[in-house]
């Protein structure tokens, strides 16, 4: 009998490397997750370029972080933000990254 594992992409390789000596390392001295998944070292960013002013992000956000009118580009304040991911879930567009 053969088992066949699926192959790991870049993305999910990354991630198992959470809780690693490279991931705290960078945690630790460089203030950054490469796998960006620890809350307090990563932030959410609107691209304009993308952004369509849709309301999508700003309607969903939980302590409202994210302001802008319709139809115009949105900004997420990083002093409110709670970093819970919700605005890059609900985004039809790929407009929130995570930095």
């Known amino acids: ?7 790991k992409t870049a993305y999910e390789m990354l991630r198992s490397l959470v809780g690693s000596e490279m991931c705290i390392r960078d ?3 460089e203030k950054r997750c490469p796998a960006k998944v620890c809350r307090s070292l990563i ?3 609107i ?5 369509t002013g849709c309301t999508v992000c700003a309607r969903n956000c939980p302590v409202n972080a ?3 009118e319709r139809k115009q580009t949105h900004v997420i304040d990083t002093e409110l933000c709670i970093r819970c991911g919700i605005c890059k ?8 990254v995570i930095n």
């Open 1 to 7: 009998m053969f088992f066949f594992f699926k192959q």
């Open 27 to 29: 945690s630790i001295y």
């Open 43 to 45: 932030t959410f960013e």
């Open 47 to 51: 691209l304009a370029d993308k952004c």
């Open 66 to 68: 994210i302001s802008g």
């Open 89 to 96: 879930q609900v985004c039809n567009f790929d407009a929130v």
